[in-house]
């Protein structure tokens, strides 16, 4: 199975960054997508997700960023609004599935760096 990610990259402050994540069909039916981060020296940690139809976002994301599915597709997408210099991170595409036959599968990761 692969996920590609795409998007993320260099932005100022305040600026804008899209991410997206493609699927083979292997995770068309995945019921947990998501988005995590790795920022410089510390641990992974989640971003946002969409856990079986509820959304979920991290406290510090809230109201900045948008978890978005197209499942025809097979993608995830993360809009990131009103970055600051402490969401750069290397960011992680997630596609899970609990229940029956259950697997995780994850991106190789986008850089994505905001200046002052």
């Known amino acids: 199975v692969q996920l590609v990610e795409s998007g993320g990259g260099l932005v100022q402050a305040g600026g804008s960054l899209r991410l997206s994540c493609a699927a083979s069909?292997?995770?068309?039916?995945?019921?947990?997508v998501g988005w995590y981060r790795q920022p410089p020296g510390k641990e992974r940690e989640r971003v946002a997700l969409?856990?079986?139809?509820?959304?979920e976002y991290a406290p510090s994301v809230q109201g900045r960023f948008t978890i978005s599915r197209d499942q025809y597709r097979n993608t995830v997408n993360l809009q990131m609004n009103s970055l600051k210099i402490e969401d750069t991170a290397v960011y992680y595409c997630?596609?899970?599935?609990?229940?029956?036959?259950?697997?995780?599968?994850w991106g190789r990761g986008r850089q994505v760096t905001v200046s002052s």
């Open positions: 969409i856990n079986r139809g509820t959304t």
């Open positions: 997630r596609m899970s599935r609990v229940g029956i036959e259950p697997y995780t599968y």
């Open positions: 069909s292997e995770a068309s039916n995945a019921n947990i």
